[in-house]
């Protein structure tokens, strides 16, 4: 009786938080594979090939800008047909694109094998699973995307310590065949038997709130195309506010490994520090979902986080050491906690969520301006001074700029827009007034 009852109790939770459990287990390999592991291939590269940190730092950049090249097509093709067809294709073409990688010989072939990898990459990740989350929840949308940003977090420490030991003692060859196996393994299951588009796909409503008599109604959004949005200038300085951001952290991020080394830190204990700072962050991640569902603007959030991350970068900067090393880790499990639901919290309070797909993909292209310079320049500082101090003085003034803007976005208008009915998976929506 005790089992059954229990059954009975799995039964009735939402769908929305089984899909949400999943949806962790994929951010958490494909972060992992990606973005926290991409430190580990600067040195092998180096050594193999005698390329230099900054041609080596080119390709991450060339990534970023191929996936941002691809993110208004992949958000409108979310949008349109579902995030579930979208996840399927993606995990099998970036696992083909994997394999590419590993065969990689000449500089040319690590760029555009990279380049390639960038627009599958793109399909399989960040794009559906932010919108996804994103339709199942409303009221409880920070908590939710919060939760799935702790399988951001995660895949730095679940698979950064097996993946440099793959890179260390097989080969970066192998590390990519590996990456391959294991995007198959896990993406595929779960786009093809968890992922259901909107909880009307289930009889439910968005955070399993209770059905209306007389069944399900088709889904009812409301938000601002594209077109219009891009007439506005809220997106433009929410655009260039995460550019500025983003290129700040994501410059650290890539650079994280390579930067403890360069202090004197060996190899396996910079992987580590990655790893604890990334399961701290796991933990901030939640906190700031629930401050970000009970504050009215999410633009203090991020303010109060660019803050926190210039001082993280002035504790690397002043403070010596393994000292200065926990004082940044501090402050950037702070600055960073709500890095992943950023975009989403701010682009569907400001525009609605009819378009969300369409307005994130637009959101990356403008963003990638600093994604893609940002791990180059500083491969270039590096290879210029032996150091990365001017590149922590570079990250301090564009987290500066980032927390301005966003207080200059805090004094502008709200925008009202029409309510969008979707009809076989196909939005609509208009501008109302502003």
């Known amino acids: 009786m005790a089992i059954s009852a229990r059954v009975q109790r799995l039964r009735g939770v939402y769908y929305g938080w089984w899909l949400l459990a999943g949806s962790i287990v994929a951010m958490t390999l494909g972060s992992g594979v990606s973005f926290w592991s991409v430190g580990l291939y600067i040195e092998p590269l180096e050594s193999d090939f005698g390329w230099s940190r900054g041609e080596v730092s080119g390709a991450i950049s060339i990534v970023l800008l191929s996936g941002g090249v691809a993110g208004p097509f992949v958000g409108r093709w979310v949008d349109t047909r579902g995030a579930r067809k979208v996840i399927l294709f993606g995990a099998v073409t970036t696992a083909a694109t994997y394999v590419l990688l590993a065969t990689t010989t000449e500089l040319w072939q690590w760029y555009v094998y990279s380049a390639i990898n960038g627009v599958f990459r793109q399909m399989m990740f960040f794009i559906p699973f932010q919108a996804l989350i994103s339709r199942w929840f409303d009221r409880r949308r920070g908590v ?14 679940v698979i950064v310590p097996p993946m440099r030991l793959v890179v260390d003692n097989i080969g970066w060859e192998a590390s990519f065949v590996f990456s391959a196996i294991a995007i198959l393994v896990v993406f595929v299951p779960i786009g093809a038997l968890l992922v259901r588009n909107d909880p009307a796909d289930v009889g439910a409503q968005p955070d399993g709130a209770a059905v209306p008599e007389g069944g399900v109604p088709s889904s009812r959004l409301t938000g601002l195309p594209l077109r219009a949005a891009l007439k506005t200038p809220h997106f433009w300085l929410i655009g260039i506010a995460l550019t500025c951001f983003f290129f700040g952290l994501f410059g650290m991020l890539v650079h994280q490994i390579p930067l403890y080394e360069s202090i004197g830190i060996p190899r396996g204990t910079a992987a580590l520090i990655v790893s604890i700072a990334a399961l701290l962050g796991a933990c901030s991640r939640v906190v700031f979902g629930f401050i970000g569902d009970r504050v009215a603007r999410f633009e203090y959030v991020v303010i109060a986080m660019a803050i926190s991350l210039i001082f993280a970068m002035a504790s690397l900067l002043f403070i010596p050491g393994y000292v200065g090393i926990g004082v940044y880790i501090a402050f950037w499990v702070v600055g960073t906690g709500g890095g992943p639901i950023m975009e989403a919290m701010l682009l569907t309070r400001m525009f609605g969520l009819a378009h ?36 922590l003085v570079l990250f301090i003034g564009s987290f500066a700029i980032s927390a301005l803007l966003f207080v200059v976005i805090l004094r502008l208008p709200s925008l009202r827009f029409e309510p969008a009915r979707l009809h076989a998976g196909v939005s609509h929506g208009g501008l109302a007034g502003s």
């Open 144 to 157: 939710a995307l919060s939760i799935l940003g702790t399988g951001f977090s995660l895949g730095g420490v």
């Open 356 to 391: 969300f797909g369409t307005l994130l993909g637009a959101i990356v292209v403008v963003e990638e301006v600093g994604l893609v310079t940002s791990p180059t320049v500083v491969g270039w500082i590096y290879d210029v001074t032996g150091s990365y101090d001017l590149a």
